[in-house]
């Protein structure tokens, strides 16, 4: 019983040590920036912002967006992507066309807004 003990106790040990090495952390700020562009790139190839034609460079671990948009979602989504790519950064430089402001514009036209609340 004692030598099975052993046997799992060495297998658990030296999983946990290279479950370390498996992945990298955010927080350690480990991916290049040749990583977070390629991820980010590969995010945006199937996403649908993917056919407003943006564009994104990543120097210093830093994300910086290039584009035009009709739809303001779209810029949100680009920070939220090369943040969730492992940017520590993101510059969005994307700009959105005056119609979709003034449809966001539109939107917010003082009338309140009411919430459907689902209860089980």
């Given at each position: 019983m004692q030598r099975l003990f052993a046997i799992v106790s060495l297998l658990l040990c030296s999983l946990a040590a290279s479950a370390g090495t498996l992945t990298k952390s955010h927080s350690q700020d480990k991916f290049s920036d040749v990583e977070i562009e390629a991820t980010?790139?590969?995010k945006l190839a199937k996403s649908k912002i993917g056919k407003d034609g943006f564009q994104?460079?990543?120097k210093n671990q830093i994300a910086t967006w290039t584009g035009?948009?009709?739809v303001m979602q779209h810029k949100g989504a680009a920070t939220r992507m090369a943040k969730?790519?492992?940017a520590i950064q993101v510059?969005?430089?994307i700009k959105i066309s005056?119609?979709?402001k003034a449809q966001a514009a539109g939107n917010l036209n003082g009338v309140?807004?009411?919430a459907q609340v689902k209860t089980d």
């Amino acid at each position: 019983m004692q030598r099975l003990f052993a046997i799992v106790s060495l297998l658990l040990c030296s999983l946990a040590a290279s479950a370390g090495t498996l992945t990298k952390s955010h927080s350690q700020d480990k991916f290049s920036d040749v990583e977070i562009e390629a991820t980010i790139k590969a995010k945006l190839a199937k996403s649908k912002i993917g056919k407003d034609g943006f564009q994104v460079h990543v120097k210093n671990q830093i994300a910086t967006w290039t584009g035009a948009t009709s739809v303001m979602q779209h810029k949100g989504a680009a920070t939220r992507m090369a943040k969730a790519a492992g940017a520590i950064q993101v510059v969005n430089n994307i700009k959105i066309s005056d119609q979709a402001k003034a449809q966001a514009a539109g939107n917010l036209n003082g009338v309140p807004r009411r919430a459907q609340v689902k209860t089980d």
